[in-house]
């Protein structure tokens, strides 16, 4: 009995490594999460890219307004101080318009000075930014390059256990054959256990000494009277 069970149990042995091959090819995923970091730290760039547009954009406007105002000014100076108006309400409302744009050259001045420091920040940032993505892309490259050589291991494993599997069945007795075929599902895939140290190693119950005996025997098929598995010893 134990030269019929010996193929079964090859057989068994090639079906659990090609259920945990089919598995684990499975269980492998698409790379989906690592592609969302990507886009999150994309999405970081393009989030510091805009502030940082915006900032330089204003520092321009108000650097355009500055020099408006400053050439304004000079004009204003230039009649208030030329001796071209004499008459003394008009060089009053110069010196005011004069005064309210030096007021307007002072705020745009403190702004520009504040939006220097705003764009050196949003350049830093987005260094920061473009950095952390180039490491996600690269993370990410990696992880899809291993996730695709795990899967044509894993093609190439089950091809090699299918095949062996095929020539394996070959040599196993047609009835023990049937009955593994039946067991196989609610068994987990082991129908035949090996008889260990007096134990089933499926189930792990502890045979007699009689039993023992009558396995080693090896006269007829014996299964445990626990789990129902056919069991299989050793010498």
Request: proline content about 2%; hydrophobic content about 35%.
């Amino acid at each position: 009995m134990r030269e019929k069970l010996k193929p079964l149990y090859e057989l068994q042995q090639l079906d659990l490594q090609l259920a945990k091959a089919q598995k684990a090819k499975a269980s492998l995923d698409d790379g989906s999460s690592k592609r969302q970091q990507v886009e999150s730290a994309r999405a970081e760039v393009e989030k510091a890219e805009k502030l940082l547009h915006e900032a330089t954009t204003e520092m321009h406007d108000k650097d355009l307004n500055l020099k408006t105002v400053e050439t304004k000014q000079k004009s204003f100076r230039d009649k208030l101080y030329g001796g071209t108006v004499s008459n003394p309400k008009e060089l009053e409302s110069m010196e005011k318009e004069v005064e309210m744009l030096g007021r307007q050259k002072d705020k745009l001045e403190e702004r520009i000075l504040e939006l220097l420091d705003t764009v050196e920040e949003h350049q830093s940032s987005l260094a920061a930014a473009q950095a952390a993505l180039k490491r996600q892309e690269d993370e990410c490259a990696a992880y899809i390059r291993k996730l695709r050589d795990d899967d044509a291991a894993l093609d190439a494993r089950i091809r090699e256990l299918s095949a062996a599997r095929e020539k394996a069945l070959t040599t196993v007795d047609p009835a023990l054959l049937k009955r593994y075929g039946s067991m196989r599902a609610h068994a987990g895939g082991v129908v035949v256990s090996k008889l260990e140290d007096g134990h089933c190693s499926a189930c792990h119950t502890q045979m007699t000494s009689g039993f023992i005996r009558a396995v080693q025997a090896d006269q007829e098929l014996h299964t445990c009277d626990n789990c129902g598995r056919m069991l299989y010893w050793e010498p």
